[in-house]
């Protein structure tokens, strides 16, 4: 692997096997690294817990948590096995020496990741989608998020469910903080508000508002995990296609045993297409200096499509195009995996809030045009990148049936065509951008030309295919590469329909392909050091937790600190679960930045 580049200008299987999360016996690897710091110096007399137990077991371990005076409260998830809790540090302790207990997460708060200006041909990447030929009709995404509020804007809400108060409550559509607004306008705004120039990138889309976060854009892990399971439980009945997720909370533990990745991993085995931020966590707020491992939970699900930000300068030419200075960048803390996925325009890109929505109130300087109870505002972030991708998802699902009626694409097919299809960014290395920059003409073109119905082994192009896609009237080739897991499947491999396309295949699991393929070089690790600046920060190990207290990756390791990652000759890792960076909005060199 090359040596990895510092960017000052920019921030921060089987075929039926499913990904199972693994088991960690002991008392003290059963607690995740936020409790474990927390155990250390409590911060308040009680934490929030996600305590994962032994099958049925649930019922056991409850009243033995009940019976402890100091366990404040305990509630089921609708996860099995999987239920919340708020306990003292003697509670949590005891929790953890139970032998029917699996692992203790934190149940963290995650948080809003938002977008900016950008007009509609340069949100699309490309002229060949104008004008359209699809719109993402009979296609549902559900966005989980803050609400949405419809309007002539955003006015294809099917309807609307609370998880705030952690059930499941069927409500008017509200959007109080004004974030899953944003994000669902980018995804499917009609533009009327704009007269059509800020419009959706498919704006025929039916929306599933799953409020998670409150008027702050603020929510409990718990209470997304809860929106996901819905999703999954509902998905026939509401024709959930896409799942929204532009939102995280810190890594604080393997993504084996993080229930945030076990209910996304669970929805992408029931075939629905999960589309997550990255995070923006890409640098230092103040210089911009380049940092890496700033990814997010879920952005660390193996099988959700995680989304950095591109940023275009607002032009359609794609040339100066570059990595937004927040975007966060691979590998994922624990697992060493690579991540983010792609691009996606994610800087200076304008939508629809409301306007009695904290957003719009406490930033009014972003707003652009306000009409009635809705107006435009320009934000930033990975938020947004990822709502454009669940957009362009859309166009492919309805490419797809449309020319090939009666099967539908697996999550590991639209990936793929999403990162085949990507513009190569020469100047990044791929723990930066992934595969590359979203093509979205390309990924259409892919979704309507092959065949999910042809028998595994055989071909299944029905039309010729382009490798290149005109846009602004030059031709740029595809990257043509699919990075799956740490490494890089070269050729025409998409073509074919492969197991690994099928459902229930585990993205990175190199059982699946044998030695039918040639490995390129890995993505993640090549036993050479590689640098930041002057500071080494790369070794030849995973980022594996080696006890209590501390990290090892590979001879070194990292300092996280309140507002940035700094990299050093240290042999700890220290990190915040709860820092001033870690805020709702970010006001930074003219960007309106929700974190």
Do not use: C
Request: net charge neutral.
């Amino acid at each position: 692997m090359s040596r990895l580049r510092t960017a000052t200008a920019a921030l921060i299987l089987t075929t039926t096997a499913l990904w199972v999360p693994s088991n960690r016996p002991g008392a003290s690897s059963k607690l995740d690294r936020a409790l474990r710091d927390w155990l250390q110096h409590p911060t308040a007399a009680s934490v929030r817990a996600l305590i994962k137990v032994s099958p049925a077991a649930g019922a056991r371990v409850s009243q033995r948590l009940h019976r402890s005076e100091s366990t404040t409260s305990v509630a089921p998830s609708t996860t099995p096995d999987l239920f919340v809790a708020e306990l003292s540090a003697s509670a949590l302790r005891a929790a953890a020496r139970d032998p029917e207990v699996i692992n203790i997460s934190t149940d963290a708060r995650v948080k809003s990741l938002d977008t900016s200006y950008l007009s509609q041909n340069v949100l699309l990447g490309t002229e060949a989608l104008l004008p359209r030929r699809y719109t993402g009709d009979h296609i549902v995404v559900a966005v989980i998020d803050s609400g949405v509020l419809p309007s002539a804007d955003v006015k294809n809400v099917v309807v609307a469910y609370d998880f705030t108060t952690g059930g499941a409550l069927k409500v008017g559509s509200q959007d109080p903080f004004g974030h899953g607004t944003h994000v669902s306008g980018l995804i499917a705004s009609t533009g009327t508000t704009s007269s059509y120039f800020y419009q959706g990138i498919a704006p025929n889309t039916r929306l599933i508002a799953l409020r998670a976060l409150d008027q702050n854009g603020s929510g409990y892990t718990s209470n997304v995990i809860n929106a996901i399971n819905f999703a999954v439980a509902n998905k026939s009945s509401l024709g959930i296609d896409i799942i929204n997720l532009s939102l995280g909370h810190p890594i604080y533990e393997p993504a084996s045993s993080d229930p945030l990745v076990a209910a996304v991993e669970k929805a992408v085995a029931a075939g629905i297409v999960v589309v997550a931020s990255a995070g923006n966590f890409g640098g230092d707020p103040t210089t911009h200096v380049t940092g890496y491992g700033g990814i997010t939970s879920p952005g660390n699900a193996p099988d959700a499509i995680t989304i950095g930000a591109l940023d275009t300068l607002q032009t359609v030419t794609r040339g100066d195009d570059g990595v937004a200075w927040y975007s966060s960048r691979g590998p994922t803390w624990y697992d060493g995996f690579q991540k983010p996925d792609l691009l996606a325009p994610g800087s200076h890109l304008v939508s629809d809030v409301p306007t009695s929505s904290t957003i719009a109130k406490s930033y009014p300087g972003g707003l652009i045009k306000t009409s009635g109870t809705i107006a435009l505002m320009k934000l930033s972030g990975t938020s947004m990148a990822a709502g454009v991708v669940s957009g362009v998802v859309s166009l492919m699902l309805e490419a797809s049936r449309t020319n090939h009626p009666g099967v539908r694409l697996t999550p590991n097919a639209v990936k793929a065509m999403l990162q085949y299809s990507a513009f190569p960014m020469a100047s990044e290395d791929t723990l930066t951008h992934g595969a590359g920059a979203l093509n979205a003409a390309g990924a259409g073109a892919l979704a309507a030309a092959i065949d999910p119905k042809q028998p595994t082994g055989s071909g299944r192009l029905t039309t010729p295919v382009n490798t290149w896609t005109s846009v602004a009237g030059q031709a740029i080739a595809w990257g043509q590469r699919v990075v799956w897991g740490d490494r890089v499947i070269w050729g025409n491999q998409l073509y074919t329909n492969d197991p690994a396309w099928a459902l229930r295949v585990v993205w990175g699991d190199r059982v699946i392909w044998g030695n039918r393929v040639i490995w390129g070089n890995s993505t993640v690790w090549d036993g050479n050091a590689s640098v930041w600046g002057n500071r080494v920060i790369w070794g030849n190990s995973l980022i594996g937790q080696t006890s209590g207290t501390s990290t090892t990756w590979g001879s070194l390791s990292s300092d996280v600190t309140a507002s940035r990652v700094v990299w050093g000759n240290l042999t700890s890792l220290n990190i915040a679960p709860t820092s001033a960076s870690w805020s709702n909005l970010e006001q930074a060199n003219g960007d309106l930045i929700a974190k």
